[in-house]
């Protein structure tokens, strides 16, 4: 069976977790968790990072930056993880959920003023497999009425709009390295921050409401409870291994995109010719953004379609898989909101996307036969 994922170990997890061990420092906030900062900090230009356990805790930190308060509305598409929205609503936000593009799952930037009110706080764009939004169409639009914007870049390291790194647009950004990411430790994320007003806090708010990492650097003489927060800081062993694979970041890049391309030159021209009669799109990269080679999808015509594809494909082999199911129709949403919602968009990509597999030791045999087994076999 070709799996859908498989976690890539670079070689130096082990040595540098080892290292962190003997050092006698496994905590947060040791030597490689600022190593890591450090690195991602200068590499793409972030005023400060924080890693996190998860990207999930990374964007829950957002909620509580953007001091959000019940009643305030954030817009989120609805076609993301669950933690997108889930992070803002454990706040008492009320999430008004966007639409994607017609020919891509991002929020369709052209049709979001309409859903801002007096009352939206924040604006949350998906980079959908690493792909940006239309960064400067929702910047434009939060400096106009004075929201805050919050990247949901989980999936979108080492990617770029119009030469800007993901992450780096927004006031602030989420990222995630949990194990199907391109860099992984197993779960883990980080928080970048490029409006400098919330570097002080964000801090106190990792580091359990104190002022913790002040009194470690020696700027104040004690530390104490000063502000709401949690545990959101990841222990020196998460940091130690995203080091490891932190050093092998273009390696992986490069890899990755290689095999993208060869998904889609052998898939070019057959997207109405698949050996089951069945028609597919393939991805479409805005001219504004660039591809980090995350994932490789097909967008297939109908849920039936679908269906027999993920079933021949497994049925051959090979573990392909859908991704996320419509939020504003969720079970969790609709017990908060039963208002009947159409997002044509976003329900197709529910229905129809198709994830293949694509991880760094895949080979290029593997790609050649899950394209023939897509464009050629038959049942
Ligand atoms: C768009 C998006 N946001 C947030 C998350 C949550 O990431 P994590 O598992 O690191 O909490 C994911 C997970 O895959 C995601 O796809």
New binding site residues.
Partial sequence: MIPFNKPYLTGKETQYIEQAVRSGKISGNGQFTQKCQQFFEQKYGFKKCLLTT???DA?EMTAILCDIQPGDEVIVPSY??V??ALAFVRQGAKIVFADSQVGHPNIDAERLEPLITPKTKVIVP?HYAGMACDMDKIMALAAKYNLLVVE?A??AIDSYYKGKPLGNIGHLAAF?F?E?KNIISG?G?MLAINDERFIHRAEIIWEKGTNRAEFFRGEVNKYGWVDTGSSFLPSEIIAAFLWAQIEHLDDIQERRKKLWNLYHSNLLGFENLTGLGLGFELPNIPDYATNNAHMFYLVCHSLEERSKLLAHLKGNGILAVFHYLSLHSSEFYKKMDNSARILKNCDTFADCLVRLPLFYELTESDVKHICDTITTLKK
């Fill in positions: 998860s990207c999930t964007l993301t993880f933690s997108t998906v949901d989980a999936q995630s949990h199907t779960e994320g």
